[in-house]
């Protein structure tokens, strides 16, 4: 009976105390989930395209008020186990398509297909029948422990028969095979890299060394479903010396941008972006506007991917910086009781992970 008398003389001041809870409660959750301000990437050794192509992401992030912190590593196969390891901190990682089996990574997501990574196999130019077959007997490098380049380069050369016919494997990164290669220290440099890698542009612009040709693409194309055909054309290395003196056939896997499923919404929003930004220009191989695209090869993409390359960007972030879109679009989903939130332009509401 007196705490009723005590509530009707001060329920102004229960109402405030409500109030007070309730927003108190509001900014507990805006605040644990709004996207973290640190993530960690896995790419790949120092020289290699994953490495630079990292530092690009980097920047842009930056401008968003992301910290991105690039792991160096020794390639896909190491960036695969730092990502399915939650302890790693590794949060995204750049991965050659082809490297992750079926059922390996249920945690992981992909948010897109971004670039080719052709195979190249170049060997000393006075070695007859530029074809894989020629390299038996051979010293080859195939590329660090651990890196995608040198699993898709055995499992290859099994198919060949050989496997046990290959007089020396050598794990060299790109641009030191490269150069031992120029020098006649080894028979031929097999890697998987971009266009624009330093160790591909070095060596198709050389009289010294040939590049082999792969006229069973559309073979290997069907034994790996992941590969794609593409054509080097004749003279793109040196139009003056007519080098390579006629188009040549490689295949080529993709590289994707995979993260941790459990990655904040927002953050993964931004990393499209940022492949828009990144990977949309014309390339030697691709028209513009061909990557990042929609494809998953070995992975699911993720739902803020297929909503991404259906409807562009959420309409906050088109709208707002990056932290004041991931706030408002926050705020909206604690007052409209949305978690995880289905509102476009909000990002998601998913819990973040911490760096």
């Known amino acids: 009976m007196a705490g009723g008398r005590f509530l009707r003389r001060n329920w102004r001041l229960g109402a405030i105390g409500a109030v007070v809870l309730a927003l108190l409660c509001v900014a507990f959750l805006v605040v644990e989930t709004m996207p973290p301000r640190r993530i960690a990437m896995a790419t790949g050794f120092e020289s290699g395209g994953f490495q630079k192509i990292g530092r690009q992401y980097q920047a842009v992030l930056e401008k968003a008020g992301v910290r991105l912190r690039l792991i160096e590593t020794s390639g896909s196969m190491a960036n695969l186990a730092l990502l399915r390891d939650p302890g790693s901190g590794i949060a995204v990682a750049l991965i050659q398509d082809g490297t992750i089996g079926a059922g390996e990574a249920a945690d992981l997501e992909s948010l897109g297909t971004l670039f080719y990574q052709p195979v190249w196999i170049f060997c000393r130019s006075e ?98 479903p992941f590969l794609s055909k593409v054509t080097v054309p004749r003279g793109v290395g040196d139009l003056a010396k007519d080098l390579p003196p006629a188009d040549v056939t490689l295949f080529a896997p993709k ?61 906050l972030q088109n709208s707002f910086p990056f932290w004041l879109a991931s706030l408002i679009g926050r705020l909206w989903c604690s007052s409209s009781q949305s978690s995880p939130c289905s509102i476009k332009s909000c990002g998601g509401c998913r819990q973040p992970m911490a760096d």
């Open 127 to 224: 070695i007859a029948g530029m074809t894989p077959s020629a390299l038996r007997g051979r010293k080859v490098s195939v590329g660090p422990q651990g890196s995608g380049a040198r699993a898709l380069l055995l499992e290859l050369f099994k198919r060949n028969g050989l496997d046990r016919e290959i007089g020396e494997l050598l794990a060299l990164e790109p641009q030191s095979a490269a150069e031992k290669l120029l020098a006649g220290e080894i028979d031929a440099a097999a890697f998987i890299a971009q266009w624009d890698a330093p160790a591909v542009r070095g060596l198709i612009g050389d009289e010294r060394v040939r590049l082999a040709a792969f006229p069973q693409a559309d073979a290997y194309m069907a034994l790996y």
């Open 255 to 315: 590289a994707s941008l995979v993260v941790r499923r459990d990655l904040n919404a927002a953050i993964k929003d931004l990393l499209l972006s940022a492949a828009t930004q990144i990977h949309s220009g014309a390339g030697i191989f691709h028209r513009a506007g061909r990557f990042p695209a929609a494809e998953g090869a070995d992975l699911p993409l993720a739902q803020e991917a297929v909503r991404f390359y259906r409807s562009g960007p959420p309409l």
